[in-house]
């Protein structure tokens, strides 16, 4: 969980930042989300063609993609409900040709009140975080998207958007790594029977290389606890 970290009328400013700093340490396996695997047979014998790509993975972290508001704040009681919102919808595009990797994240929100009485305007923050192997988090950043209600309305809708950028080489694995990922293997060998994600250092360097964008609510202590006890 992302500590207290860590959408269709109007669409925000991307919020947006960069990792500069070095490598550090997502669980992501060649043939996993970020990759897809092709046989590749020859007169040299058979073996596997991993393609990767230096693209995130997106998502949204467990118990962050709602939030509840109370009325009073201080009440957990089903009568205090005032506000419900889902985020939704979640897609990203990305461009990876470059000396950086672009993420442009874009999901929505849906939200219900309780009381239809009157237009009103409420204020929900999100984060964008890249995360490195799995559980560093080498970047953040908080936006807010705001939901209209007309008067009478009791439920409506809006866009959220947000960037990141990774430093590409922070995303791509060494040229060993790499070749010994992807070298062909002989059907039968003792090479062709190991599988080299299996090496502590191709596994660690997989690792440092691998990123995730993860999207949800800004949430406070009360409002996590909330989401992992109802």
Do not use: W
């Not at 490195?132 to 958007?161: E, P």
Request: with cysteine.
């Amino acid at each position: 969980m992302i500590g207290p970290v860590p959408a269709l009328k109007k669409v925000l400013s991307p919020v947006s930042f960069r990792i500069l700093a070095a490598p550090i340490a997502l669980a992501l396996i060649l043939g996993g989300c970020a990759s897809k695997g092709d046989l590749d047979i020859s007169e040299a014998g058979a073996g596997v063609t991993a393609i990767r790509t230096a693209c995130p993975t997106v998502g949204v972290p467990a118990g962050t993609g709602d939030v509840t508001l109370f009325d009073p704040a201080t009440s957990r009681d089903s009568t205090a409900i005032d506000v419900v919102a889902a985020m939704t919808d979640v897609r990203s595009t990305c461009g990876d040709a470059g000396a950086d990797v672009i993420t442009d994240v874009t999901f929505q929100v849906l939200a219900r009140r309780a009381s239809a009485a009157g237009p009103r305007d409420v204020t929900l923050p999100y984060f964008i975080t890249v995360v490195q192997g799995g559980s560093a988090v080498v970047a953040k950043r908080v936006g807010r998207v705001v939901v209209h209600f007309d008067a009478g309305q009791t439920r409506a809708s809006v866009n959220g958007s947000a960037r990141a950028s990774v430093a590409r080489a922070a995303a791509t694995l060494p040229d060993d790594v790499r070749r010994r990922i992807t070298e062909k293997r002989k059907g039968g060998s003792e090479a062709a029977a190991v599988d080299p994600l299996t090496a502590p250092d191709v596994r660690a360097a997989v690792l440092r290389a691998s990123f995730e964008a993860l999207v949800g609510f800004q949430l406070t202590d009360d409002q996590l606890k909330y989401n992992a006890t109802r």
